[in-house]
Structures are given as C-alpha cells and as structure tokens.
C-alpha cells in the first residue's frame, strides 16, 4: 500500500492540473459506484438523510465515527452489519481495513458525525483510496449548527440582527493562536459565530474575547448533544458562559454559539413576504 501522506500529495498534484470528470456526471444525492463516506447527522437517528439509511441498512461493513455516532442510529439501521469504530486507528490502519473489505466485495459504508464536510477529515481518507483505485463519494448529513438552530426554535441568519453565519474552531493542538478569528468574526457583529470541537476551551476563548474588548452581555449558547436524547442547553454570555458550562462539566461533544441570533430578538420582517413578493412580476431575478 502506499504510503497515504505520499498517496494524498499525488491525489491533490493530479487535481491541480486535472477536474474529476465526476464532477460533472454526479450530483449529491445520487447512489455511485465506491464507497460512500456518509454524514450520519448531528444525533438523532431520524435526521440521517433518506439516501444514508438506504445505503447503511444494505451495508455488510460499517466504519463509523465511533461515540460521535448515536448507538441508536447504529442498531436501528445497522444492526446487520459488521460495526467497526474509526476510533483510535489512523490513516495506516484504516485505509486497508476499508479497501480490504471493498476489494473482497463486501458493501462497504464509511459514517462520519454531523456532514464529512464540516471538519470531517473525510477527504484524507478518501484521496488515500482512491489512489489505491478504490471509488468514493460523499453523501451530505445534517450538522449539529443546524440541529442546534432547531433545538433553539430560531434561524442562524435573522434579517437585521446577523446577515452571515460562521463555522470556526478555537486555537489548540491543532489550530495556532495566528488562525484563530473568533474575535475578529465577533467584532463584525452581524454573524452568528458557530464554534466546533472547541467544548474544552470555552472558558479560554471567552477570556480571550473580553481582552479583545468584546461586550460581556454578548449573547453564548452551548447545546450539549444537539438532538440527542441526553441534549442540554446552556444560555449565557461571553462574560458567564465559560463558568456555566464549566459547572456542567461538559468538555466535550457541544457547540458553541455566540451572537443575537440565539435570542431571536430584534429582528426586522424580511422583505421576501412584503414588497418584495408584490413586486411586478416582470422584474428580473437580477434586479434583487
């Protein structure tokens, strides 16, 4: 097998010269030849997408996100399958396991947490297979920003309150303070800042953004477990949270939201149901 970093960098060389030509045969949503790397959603087994279940209940491999995958989900649609955590094995480990399986025939479907595409480290893997002649295709999956929304019964975008949303981590291990915008994002006041995979370091974070000068009675959510049966949700602001959740000991698993749009409050009625629908329908679309 080659090695996957080698096999990465001659998957990303070949597609700075050369477009997949899948690009342009394949929408998603559409069930393709390969492996499919799935977004099993943010929890609940009922927010995976139609085309997830059909392909996880046919499938005789399942490797999947280990706990940031609801055990429900798995016994509900993947009881007859073969379940191995991803957990704990690296890129060494796990790319042979998958080709192994594929090449001997076996229907193989690879369940990441959430949507692959947000902070999924699906690419690696998938470029590490293809090198070795294995297809593969993403199918999207609902992630926790959104399930959050929902638990919260309010929009991420809010006319005249927050016009963009942003999904960002903290500085850690693996991020450098120099890549880390949270307080610049914060500072531009109409965003709904989503933070992932940062449950550990809200209290450092909201630290940071009170030097940086940041308003302490800024609105902070977390969701704890979004759709999960075990979900919490803490509200505070950037000068309490960091306690608050600290009291609730959570460290991880929960995102992050920092912005009005939590509160739903202060919004203005959006033009899409007033003048705007009553416009003369001869307008063009170009003219919004």
Known sequence: MTDPQDAIDAEAATRATERDPRIEERTAGEVQEGIPFIGAGPGDPGLLTVTGRELVETADLVVHAGSLVNSELLDEYCADAEQ???????????????RDAYE???????????????????????????HEGIPTYLVPGVTSAFAASATLRTQLT????????VFTRPQGKTLDPEDDHISEFVEMGDVTTCIYLGTHAVGETMNRLLKDGHDPETPVTVVYHASW?????????IGTIGEQLEAAGYRASALVIIGDAVRKA?????FLYGDWANRNSTESEADD
């Not at 809010?158 to 949303?165: P, W």
């Not at 049966?229 to 505070?236: A, H, K, R, T």
């Not at 202060?266 to 959006?270: H, P, V």
């Open 266 to 270: 202060g919004y203005e009625r959006s």
């Open 104 to 130: 001997a025939g076996r229907n193989v479907v690879r369940l990441h947490s959430g949507d692959p595409a947000i902070y999924g480290a699906a690419v690696e893997q998938m470029d590490a297979l293809e």
């Open 229 to 237: 049966s075990d979900e919490e949700v803490i509200e505070g602001t």
């Open 158 to 165: 809010l006319n005249g309150v927050a016009n963009h949303v």
């Open 84 to 98: 191995v955590s991803s957990i704990g094995k690296d890129l060494e480990e796990l790319v042979p396991l998958i």
